[in-house]
């Protein structure tokens, strides 16, 4: 957060790009609550597979039922803020 007040503080304009795998997925209320509280935009994308193959691809990458899922929670938690977010 230090290099996002340096950069914010110098005029620049910072997005934030959230990544969730199969792990941080778990996490999701506390990861949708942290930009909220921080006032971030929530942009996001899911953890997909190698394309170079590797070992255990399911250890990171976000299932798609998953990800369906996810998606989900981030709309019913967008519309119960909508009003917190126009102010």
């Known amino acids: 957060m230090h290099g996002y ?28 609550n942290f930009f909220m509280e921080n006032g971030f935009v929530l942009k996001l994308h899911p953890a997909l597979p190698s394309l170079r ?12 039922e998953k990800y369906g899922d996810l998606l989900i929670f981030l709309l019913d938690k967008y519309m119960e803020n909508l009003d917190s977010r126009r102010s």
Do not use: H, M, Q
Not at 53 to 64: C, H, I, R, S, V
């Open 5 to 32: 007040r340096i950069a914010r503080d110098n005029g620049l304009f910072v997005r934030f790009i959230c990544t969730f795998t199969a792990y941080s997925v778990d996490y999701r209320e506390e990861i949708f």
């Open 53 to 64: 193959g590797g070992d255990e691809p399911e250890k990171w990458a976000l299932a798609p």
